[in-house]
DNA sequence: GTGAGTGCAAATTTTTTGCACTGCG
DNA sequence: CGCAGTGCAAAAAATTTGCACTCAC
């Protein structure tokens, strides 16, 4: 059905070879740079296919969709509002919560999506609370 | 600061005496079909400013962002990705959980976002799981 | 009369689509 | 050969911005 093509590999291999939570901009800049020069049009169409195919894992938030390795396992985020920076998490009684919550109301969850907004220990020590 | 004119008067009106999750596009529609039409972008300036001062709430998913009454205070969503209906829920424990996981990376939270996918009771019923 | 707000249309941003072309199987 | 994939540019969708104008204080 799909086929991995060179540049789909390309895209695969950068993503893989990476932590970052890359959007299809970025993702085809940093593909230019190395010498990979693929059209927009393609990223796009390759990174849906790649998530469709299982290969890789998408979050959205802030209005854009972010691709990243699947190979970390599932994990929700964090996102500080100051610099920007994401960190990831993990806190399993929530994902067991979340399932809960789904079941209460009847619902068949298939997935979800946590993000978390704050200041991370950097950005808060700049922008002491009232107080402060 | 800022004014609660007649337009930002109209457009909280519409939110508070309702339980729908507004977009900016539909709540336009709505109000030219009452006779009250609004400049689609005043309608972007009113809900920016609404929220800004509190007297509305925002949620995002699906690339849109949707607006809400806040008197019904903070609860999180469950969205049907089989007819698009949407469900509220509030879990206390997942959202002090959701402080803790913030914590435990040094993080000050300030806000969060937990959106559920699945099927509602009636498109479940209508999808079977495999085996069915 | 001043400054925030309005409305229109144009611009932006992110993503998708049409279409001719290419290349693997 | 055939069809999925590619690349370009145009289109689409959601939102923002420029600008002249208006209105409330």
Redesign the interface.
């Known amino acids: 059905m799909s086929r991995l093509t060179s540049q789909r590999q390309a895209i695969l291999d950068l993503i893989r070879s990476s932590d970052t939570h890359w959007e299809a901009e970025s993702l085809a800049r940093e593909l230019a740079d190395r010498g990979q020069s693929i059209g927009i049009a393609t990223v796009y169409r390759g990174l849906a296919a790649l998530e469709e195919l299982g290969l890789i894992d998408s979050i959205?938030?802030g209005?854009k969709?972010r691709y990243e390795r699947i190979d970390k396992g599932h994990h929700?985020h964090?996102v500080?509002?100051g610099c920007g920076s994401i960190?990831e998490?993990i806190?399993p009684?929530?994902e067991r919560?979340?399932q809960?919550?789904?079941e209460?109301?009847?619902?068949?969850?298939?997935?979800?999506?946590?993000?978390?907004?704050?200041?991370?220990?950097a950005c808060?020590a700049q922008h002491p609370?009232a107080g402060g």
């Open positions: 959205q938030f209005g969709k929700d964090l500080c509002t960190e998490f806190h009684q929530i919560l979340q809960a919550a789904a209460q109301k009847g619902f068949v969850m298939t997935g979800h999506q946590l993000v978390i907004y704050g200041l991370c220990p808060a609370v």
